[in-house]
């Protein structure tokens, strides 16, 4: 019975690990023969090397090998060894990895060697030998169907699926995976089945389905904190899938934190290494060159090491990029091997390296651009040469692997046209490749993602406008191409999920509860870390959406109906290429083009005016204001000035400079001026039809001084629906506001930079963030936020925007008023109730706004509330 009983406790170590734990413990008590006391040490030993201290688990197992040879029976041994080679490859010594499963092979027999190989091959697999592997589970698998083996069959199906996955053949490893999801659940074993989950995300991932892919490794990571095991691979797939759609900066604070988890428990280093590799990846999409060079040394380093060449390679392939990405390319060869070694493989990085070895051969000095000299890039009779070999291969990835894997393929093709002088081929490259991040885009949900995915597309976007820099109008047509697309269509709507709307609520309580203590002067860790954990829960929540069926973006942009929509009005884009502003301007049928200053200088003065504003309207003075704003004009609009004649005008400023406060500027101080973040987002805006809903008027908790327009308006309006008090709460504002034709909320606002879904409006039961606007059916046709920085919006991706009135423009908004900067509270007062009177008399928000300005005290301090105000939008 006692031997019955040991071996009940291998299988138990996965199904419900601490029990195996405390039973082989209490078996050891027991003082019991060699073979079960072999069982017991190993069962501490798996615990130990898998959820506990790396070292300790292998000083059972040594243990457990000794007790098992002295008892006499080989496949008892075996076992054993199959065990020690799996801890001795996490804690990265990869030899004698192998040499313990050489000596168990040659041990086992029958069954048991069937679970040695299945062991093996998924050491191979972490050494990045995948073919290896496969061969060992081409052995294993039919013994374990023959033995009834559901348990190790299902291990070792999963086992091939995952490999499957690495070596790009996605079919085949969906087909394992799912079979082996089966067999679990004939089993008792949750620890498996968590990784079940996990290994759905990471086939999601490879289908391009980043919203499945991240539910699906929450809901892994919830059943392994349920077990109460660590996971160290799921923070590695994760921060890929976090780096796929665009979120770098997620995805280092997702590794720095596992390495972090990992040090204090004393992990694997094979894990380690790994976590150190996706972190350099994800560094080096932050923008952060020089540590994700640094990274990618050490993790090189430590897969030389641990005889891991797959993961070395790849290490090198960072360290190359990172390399380039500083001015300072490797040399070809170095480049080439690197592509040569990933294709060899089967890594899907392959295609990425053979780009990089051709950007390394056409900025090599010796060359001309990389190409012969004499001899015109892609001809005949002479061969390709080195870069457009190069170029080739990558470009082969364009027609393979989900959509926001092909784009890399058209970027070389598109380099490739380039080179070879056909200005039409590197545009329909550039055409294609931004086609397929539109369609990437259409399967994500959640706004964030579909903004920040659009960063994909920045080269081709960049390399169309060069190709037609010099015809403003078809200048204009890629222009808006590439900006605010995101914008175009409404996120998908997140659901009535119990869980996160009780997030959502709690939210709003803690954040309001930590905002008080703040304010009195009080420390309060505690809150803080739960509006943290509460911050992250309803994110990962709302990035797991998948779009839903609101169809596409609609028709796409013409010149020619941008034209026909502005009437009377003149419209200006400004355009960066290579650093450098284009205003384009259109106005009766044409669009002509003038230059500008810097895109960085025009940044740095924009934000010395803002800072100006600040001051102003704290009460201190803005000495330097004017000859600023004067500065600010030459950056911004440059030659266009003296043509910038019509009487109201629309600006369409790039996503970097969309918080410049335009009014302040000399020649738009007397115009009738609206903002827009796309020219297609202003005429969409200028098509939707009025509602006939209510006039919403909102006065936060607070505002001291400010909101006092709201008992006014209250009274001009007649009929308005007023929330003040207590009853300003979210759910009440959220309510009322839905379809209605004009909503005023005076309350106090933050913007948040760092996650620009949280920038909010602070009402009675807490704050209203981003994400609670998006719940609505339809924003108010007219919304007019009179609080502190309700206007700002953060640039991500290409020419996205997020923050609140970003939000607000895709769900039915026509037109906003808000401002960018802090603003006096009682100083703001006469602007909004001149505005008010403005839209009661039929004027639209830009209009509206003009004349309020223009009805100001001619105090600095009043002028600096109306220059801090934009109407953004059409209506």
Known sequence: MIAETAADLLPLVFARPREALERARALLATQPASHDASIAHQVIGLWERDFGDLMTGIGHLRRARRLAARSGSAEREADVLASMGGAYVHAGRSGRAVAAFDRAAALATGHTLARVLH?????????????????????????????????WLARAISARGTLYLALGQVERAIADLERAEALWQETSQDYDKAVAVQNRGQAAFRVGDLPAALRHFDQAERRYTELGTPAWVLPVVRCEVLLAAGLARDALREADGAVERLDRVGGPPSRRSELLLVGARA??????????????????????????????????FVLLQARFAAGDPAPEREAVSVARELAGLGSPDAARAWLLAGRTAASDPGRTAGFEPGRTPGGNGGGATRAERHLSLAARARDRGPAFARIDGWLAQALLAKAAGRPRGVLAACRRGLDLIDEHRMTLGATELRARAAGQGAELATMAQREVRGDPRRLLAWSERWRATALAVPPARPPDDPDLLRDLTAFREIAGRAQEARASGRAVPQLERERQRLEKAIRDRLLAIRAGAAGGPGPAFEVRDLLAGLGDRMLAEIVVIDGRLTVLLCRRGRVRAFEAGTLAGAAAEAEHANAGLRRLAYGAPAPGLDAGAERLQHLLLGSAVPHLTAERLVVVPPGHLHDVPWALLPALRGKVLSVAPSASAWLRAARITPPDGPVVLVRGPGLGGGGAEVPILAGRYGDATVLEG???????????????????????????????????LQLADGPLIVHDVERLERAPYRIVLSSCDSGRMEPVGGDELLGLSAALMPLGTAGIVASTVPVHDEAVVPLMLALHEGVRGGMDTAQALARARAELPGDRLHQAVGWSFSAIGAA
């Open 283 to 316: 560094a080096l999409a932050a923008g952060q060159v020089e540590q994700a060079a640094f990274r990618a040394t050490a993790a090189a380093r430590s897969f030389a090491g641990q005889r891991r060449q797959w993961w070395a390679t790849h290490a090198r």
């Open 726 to 760: 207590g009853e300003a709460d979210a759910q009440r504002v959220l309510k009322q506001i839905d379809g209605s034709r004009l909503a005023h909320i005076a309350a106090h606002g933050s913007f948040r930079a760092d996650s620009p879904m949280f920038s909010a």
């Open 119 to 151: 062991r093996r091959a998924y050491v191979m697999w972490v050494l990045g030998r995948h073919r290896e592997a496969l061969e060992d589970l081409r052995v294993a698998v039919p013994l374990l169907r023959r033995a009834g083996d559901v348990l």
